[in-house]
């Protein structure tokens, strides 16, 4: 089955333990990329790779990390987390990256709600 | 900052009826749009793509207007189901790049009542 996989699914954690929240996608796409969910502000992209060993930030990528070291896989590495980034976060990928006029399709992971004390 | 716009809701309709959903884009450079719907704790799924002529998939059609930058979703004949949150999408580009990044909406609610 195609599919995004991210875990750990829920995750409560205490200020400054760091953490890695993996992303898998089994449909070889090329584009991946990490959101976070917040109630008011709705999708802000963290990170986004265009390919492998490619990453660029997004819109929020402020206490975040990111690799892509294969294809399939792209963590979402928090070196020291704090309660601001309490929220929920998706992992997505799509076919290629989003050139001009393209409908690609972005896939996304279940979610990983994670919460920081 | 370039934003995407939309009306928050919550859209309590019965079922059965008609019920739209505006969005608005402020980046002119925008090429492709979607809508894409996001049950309650679940990850968002693409409803729809919108294309410039105006499309239409069952009960659900979709116009864009490039002239006054803005979307819209109509959902006919409303079921208990289409509750959920829709969520307008831009694929947003700066002048003279190639690669864009997908700008999300907030989303707008739909209850759906019997």
């Known amino acids: 089955e195609a599919q995004v996989t991210q875990n750990p699914r829920y995750l409560i954690t205490v200020t400054g333990k760091k953490l890695t929240v993996t992303c898998s996608q089994n449909m070889n796409h090329e584009y991946m990329s990490w959101y976070r969910q917040d109630p008011g502000l709705g999708l802000r992209q963290i990170y986004y790779s265009m390919n492998v060993e490619v990453t660029d930030k997004g819109d929020v990528p402020e206490g975040y990390k990111v690799s892509r070291k294969e294809k399939r896989n792209f963590p979402l590495i928090l070196e020291s987390p704090s309660p601001n980034q309490t929220s929920l976060y998706f992992c997505a990928s799509s076919l290629t990256r989003l050139l001009k006029g393209s409908y690609n399709e972005q896939f996304f992971g279940p979610g990983t709600r994670l919460t920081v004390l | ?114």
């Open chain 2, 1 to 114: 900052r370039k934003e995407v716009e939309q009306d928050p809701g919550p859209f309590n309709v019965p079922e059965g009826a008609t019920v739209a959903f505006n969005c608005t884009y402020s980046n002119s450079a925008s090429q492709s749009f979607f809508w894409y719907r996001q049950d309650c704790r679940k990850e968002p799924k693409l409803l729809m793509s919108v294309y410039s002529s105006g499309n239409e998939d069952g009960r659900f059609t979709a116009q864009l207007n490039r002239a006054s930058q803005y979307i819209s979703l109509l959902i006919r004949d409303s079921k208990l189901s289409d509750s959920a949150t829709y969520l307008c999408v831009v694929n947003e580009y700066h002048y003279g790049g190639s690669q864009g990044n997908l700008i999300f909406g907030k989303g707008t609610k739909l209850s759906v009542k019997p």
